[in-house]
């Protein structure tokens, strides 16, 4: 039998307990769980044998009034007139299972305990604090108190779901794009089923189907979803009319946008008997918190099945009852007001909307959606009716719902909506556009979003100018920056004419208001970070630096995930990394919080870029993890893509230099003809700052030089002021200072624009160039300071201890490599830390003769020979240990004739034998 998916301890445990039984240990064992947690299937695990007598019986609803009906299931395999009778006496029948046991190990299973007849529950009860040499395992809802020994069934993890979902599909899709419906759905039911795996199965079997998958599926997938788990709880009950109307009752009150009150019915309503006839049932239990359902799917299965009338009515009664409580359920009367109309009513969709407007962020955005679709649906008014289908669009879209968002936005007819609503779906197009790696359409659809809606909203407005900025700079194309420059320059930042700038105090406008000054935020955030980001496009750092250092200092009062967002891509843009991090933390902070998983996914990939800069690789690829869940869930290809040019950044940081080629191939691939022109430079960029990590000059330098090139093809500016500290050491090692000493002068730039990063990097670079010995040292011990940028005073600390040791200290390099490498240790940057420890190797004493390798070789020679070992050539050596060529020939020349090996190709079994 296949192992269950989650379930490894527990088996475990399940089994200790046969293992026991059969030595004439027995006992009881308990195992707890709400319907669809697996009771069944992990008791489906003990097996007959003829060394163990199983007696097993299940309770059943539809047997529950017959007396004794689940004993007589139970013993009617070992029932012998006037030997082994049929007993209702809980001694008597204990004696019974003693008596079989002394002849066969007995092990007795009962499932379902709690929908046995009563006398049963009450039988079993007893003889359970009886059993001995026999043993006996129950499966059911609630623990029982004889019970000694307890199992409580966990709902399964995220992954584990995952896994169990890619057990029972029986399709994978036969198309890219089915495939990415695929992953959508199969995340979506993750998501519902709470880690039930019975929700899990039935949602996959009614879910993943070649009906669902097809690009033009009209499948409700909520609906169908909830019509196939309804029979996990609702059949075979056999209710009273008060607890099926109450039960009704509490699934209109749980489906209520919002977090659900408690109680969720108000006292007023609940009938205390139907209360207590419904968690006896198991279809309420009782929390630390109060009464809920015994899964979140509960109340949807209820109303799928429940006739619409008596739905309405519920939604009625909870209406008028809430009208008359507090303000803060405010939300629920108007949303019950709202589904008991039965046909257009302006003044409850009004009132609707309006609630979900005051509760803002406090409504996840699947909610807000629900709730907006509803006030739609009842919308007399053409106009606000194509304003709040946007409004479903957007929050569709945030939920992570991108076939939802084509539905809705379909509901808007663009040739007649008003310009909000206009201006609403091509923004929410542009965001899909730019995910689905077609920059062209996601920066054309916010550009006239933003020309659509100037002078009528500037919030609108700005959000456009935002989407619009981040697709251009992103794809490199100056062109477009330059076009967003422009509006930004004539459009929000001068403020409607007749009236004062929103936020400026002036007689006339009085006091600012919160709202108007968090708009003036925003909008020096995005206006600075636009007009710097043009700057810096066209080579005027000093100017871009002006310009994002106001966005930057706007950015010191952002409140909202976008301010945040803004201002964490300006801080990128300026080199200050400190800020970006900072400011990109906030937004996704803000971005979960709010639930919106759309720009979560993306916010994410910028965040791990930022990591992968900072050399922090291991808290970039948890968040790349993160993110890629994301990605695959909404389909978004361009973080799909940004996602494998970090993790090639990450692989080459640990050194693995063909996983970072086939990482950043895979990248270009995707993006090829796409204009995305960051991840192709960051691809090349990760490529040639392996190659210098790992002693390939040659390459490096090639690469690099490509990267940094202004008229390269693969040139994106921002990407190649990262890159120039890159390019200046590979220039150096390589012999080649010249182009070291030409590239300077464009990074001393950005560092006296008012790039922190820069200022901070500065000093090795000059350190590298400089002239004289005494220069050098006082800009590598300047370089070395900074407690913000570890990775980067590490990589100062390494070539300052590289270039110590040439000069023949090596006492001080061995100070400063041993502090180079236990940062790069510390960071898990293992290229870096090998190399570091390849130069502290170099500056040893000659060791003392002896039979092993370590100490028949002299310091160099070993070194020499470990890089050889590992397949480095004779070149690469050099470039490396800043050695000749013909120095590194005589050291091996050395190592053969006291190894008494003739060829490098010995060298490794011969290292590794001594």
């Not at 609403?424 to 790696?437: K, V």
């Not at 004419?497 to 709202?515: H, K, L, M, W």
């Not at 050098?776 to 300071?785: L, V």
Request: aromatic share 4%; with cysteine.
């Amino acid at each position: 039998m296949h192992e269950l998916v989650g379930r490894v301890a527990e088996i475990a445990r399940l089994t200790k307990f046969v293992v026991e039984v059969r030595a004439g240990r027995g006992g009881s064992l308990g195992v707890w769980g709400p319907p669809g947690s697996g009771k069944s299937a992990l008791l489906a695990h003990i097996g007959a044998s003829p060394d163990l007598r199983v007696l097993s019986a299940a309770g059943d609803d539809s047997e529950s009034d017959i007396p004794g009906g689940l004993l007589h299931q139970l013993l009617g395999p070992v029932h012998r007139p006037g030997e082994h009778e049929l007993t209702t006496d809980p001694q008597a029948l204990a004696a019974l299972l003693t008596r079989l046991a002394a002849a066969v190990p007995t092990l007795v299973i009962v499932d379902d305990v709690d929908r046995a007849d009563s006398l049963s529950q009450q039988v079993l009860t007893d003889v359970a604090a009886l059993a001995g040499s026999w043993g006996i395992v129950f499966a059911g809802r609630r623990a029982i108190e004889t019970v000694s020994r307890g199992l409580d069934l966990a709902r399964l993890t995220d992954e584990d779901s995952r896994t169990l979902v890619e057990t029972v599909a029986t399709t994978d899709g036969d198309t890219l794009d089915q495939q990415r419906r695929r992953c959508r759905v199969v995340e979506a039911i993750v998501d519902r089923a709470a880690g039930n795996p019975g929700v899990l199965v039935l949602s996959t079997r009614a879910l993943i189907t070649p009906d669902v998958l097809r690009a033009d599926s009209s499948v409700d997938v909520s609906r169908r979803a909830d019509s196939a788990v309804a029979a996990l709880w609702l059949t075979r009950r056999h209710l009273s009319p008060h607890a099926r109307e109450l039960g009704l009752m509490w699934s209109v009150a749980c489906e209520c946008p919002g977090s659900v009150p408690t109680p969720a019915v108000p006292d007023s309503l609940v009938d205390d008997a139907a209360l207590a006839e419904l968690i006896e049932s198991g279809l309420l239990v009782e929390t630390a918190s109060g009464v809920a359902p015994v899964h979140p799917l509960l109340p949807a299965a209820v109303l799928e099945l429940a006739p619409s009338g008596d739905v309405r009515r519920a939604h009625a009664a909870l209406a008028d009852t809430l009208h008359t409580v507090a303000a803060d359920q405010d939300l629920r009367a108007a949303w019950h007001r709202a589904r008991a109309a039965t046909t257009t009513d302006e003044n409850a969709a009004t009132r609707l909307d309006v609630a979900v407007t005051r509760a803002g962020s406090a409504l996840s955005p699947s909610d807000r959606a629900r709730a907006l679709g509803v006030a739609a649906a009842l919308s007399a008014d053409a106009e606000r009716r194509s304003v709040r289908w946007a409004r479903v669009a957007e929050a569709r879209l945030a939920s992570g719902d991108p076939d939802g968002t084509e539905r809705a936005a379909l509901r808007v007819d663009t040739d007649d909506a008003p310009v909000e609503a206009r201006a609403r779906i091509l923004l929410t197009e542009g965001l899909m556009a730019a995910a689905a790696r077609t920059p062209q359409e996601g920066f054309e659809r916010p550009i006239r979003a933003a020309e659509l809606i100037h002078g009528a909203n500037d919030s609108l407005e700005l959000e456009a100018l935002a989407d619009a900025a981040e697709v251009s700079w992103w794809s490199g194309r100056v062109e477009w920056i330059a076009r967003v420059a422009e509006l930004a320059a004539g459009g929000v930042t001068t403020g409607r004419p007749g009236r004062p700038e929103a936020g400026r105090v002036t007689p006339e406008a009085g006091r600012v208001t919160p709202e108007a000054g968090r708009e003036t935020t925003s909008r020096r955030i995005t206006v600075g970070a636009v007009r710097g980001c043009a700057a810096l496009f066209d080579g005027d750092l000093e100017s871009a630096g002006v310009h994002l250092r106001v966005s930057l200092d706007a950015g010191t009062a952002a409140v909202s995930a976008r301010d945040h967002r803004m201002a964490g891509q300006a801080a990128m843009l300026l080199g200050d990394d400190v800020a970006a991090f900072r400011h990109l933390t906030e937004s996704v902070a803000l971005l979960r919080a709010e639930g919106d998983v759309f720009r979560s996914c993306f916010t994410l990939h910028v965040l791990a870029s930022v990591q992968m800069w900072r050399g922090q690789a291991t808290h970039a690829a948890e968040l790349l993890a993160e993110g890629s869940v994301l990605a695959r869930r909404i389909g978004d290809g361009r973080s799909q893509a940004f996602a494998l040019t970090m993790s090639a950044h990450g692989d080459g940081l640990r050194g693995s230099a063909d996983a970072v080629r086939d990482a950043a191939d895979a990248a270009l691939r995707l993006v090829t003809g796409r204009d995305v022109g960051y991840i192709a430079a960051a691809a090349h960029w990760a490529m040639g700052r392996t190659d210098l990590a790992t002693g390939r000059l040659a390459s490096a330098l090639e690469i690099l030089q490509e990267v940094t090139d202004p008229e390269s093809a693969t040139t994106h500016p921002p990407t190649a002021l990262f890159a120039l500290p890159d390019l200046v050491e590979a220039a150096v090692r390589s012999g080649r200072p010249d182009i070291a000493r030409t590239a300077l002068p464009r990074f001393a730039a950005w560092a006296a624009a008012g790039s922190p990063w820069a200022a901070s990097v500065l000093p090795r670079l000059h350190a590298l160039t400089a002239e004289s010995e005494s220069d050098a040292e006082r800009w590598f011990r300047e370089g070395s300071i900074d407690p913000d940028r570890p990775f980067e005073v590490a990589r100062t600390q390494l070539l300052h201890g590289e270039s110590l040791r040439r000069r023949r200290h090596r006492i001080r390099a061995r100070v400063v490599l041993q502090e180079s490498m236990a940062t790069f240790a510390r960071l898990r940057v293992t290229a870096w830390e090998q190399r570091a420890a390849t130069e502290l190797s170099a500056t040893a004493e000659r060791a003392r003769r002896g039979p092993d390798a370590a100490t028949m070789l002299t310091s160099q020679e070993l070194t020499v020979a470990r890089l050889v070992a590992d397949g480095a050539s004779n070149q690469q050596v050099a470039e490396q240990l800043y050695l000749s060529r013909k120095t590194v020939e005589s050291h091996l020349h050395k190592v053969y004739t006291k190894l008494g090996i003739g060829s490098r190709k010995q060298l490794p079994g011969v290292l590794d034998s001594r």
